[in-house]
């Protein structure tokens, strides 16, 4: 005996079902993201590193001095794993309030954990390395004049 054909009726339903199943079904430009402004995502990192026990935080305003973000913020951890929860923590607080470009180096060794936030770049140190690299320095001077021969 031959199995039987769907009939035509049968074959349009199946098709409108998926059909409808594909328009439900979130695409990636129709979800849509909040964004942030500098100032806000600037006052949610500091509240996270604050809650995380960051020490020795600083934000420094750059708008001027960079075209490609606003705010650098510098902050230690007492020792690897403080570095990498602290930094965790800042980047999973982010995603919460929408921010989704966010790009981390350095968690695999946590001695230096750079996180690009768009308008906020963030510096996660351990103390020694931070002193070592003290970029604070670099971005709180003024600019230097050129020296003449």
């Known amino acids: 005996m031959k199995p039987k054909a769907p009939s035509k009726a049968t074959s349009k339903a199946v098709t409108s079902r998926s059909t409808a199943a594909a328009a439900e079904a979130p695409t990636p430009d129709a979800i849509s993201t909040t964004q942030l402004s500098a100032e806000e995502t600037l006052k949610l990192i500091l509240s996270r590193l604050d809650d995380m026990k960051a020490e020795e935080t600083i934000a420094i305003d750059i708008r001027g001095k960079s ?83």
């Open 67 to 149: 075209a490609m973000f606003d705010y650098v913020v510098v902050t230690s951890g007492r020792a690897n794993r403080h570095v990498g929860a602290i930094a965790e923590n800042v980047s999973k607080a982010l995603k919460e309030a929408g921010v989704t470009k966010i790009h981390v180096e350095g968690l695999t060794n946590c001695d230096w954990v750079l996180m690009d936030c768009g308008d906020v770049v963030v510096h996660v140190f351990r103390p020694e390395v931070r002193e070592f690299y003290n970029l604070e320095r670099l971005w709180t001077q003024g600019p230097q004049p050129a020296k003449t021969l």
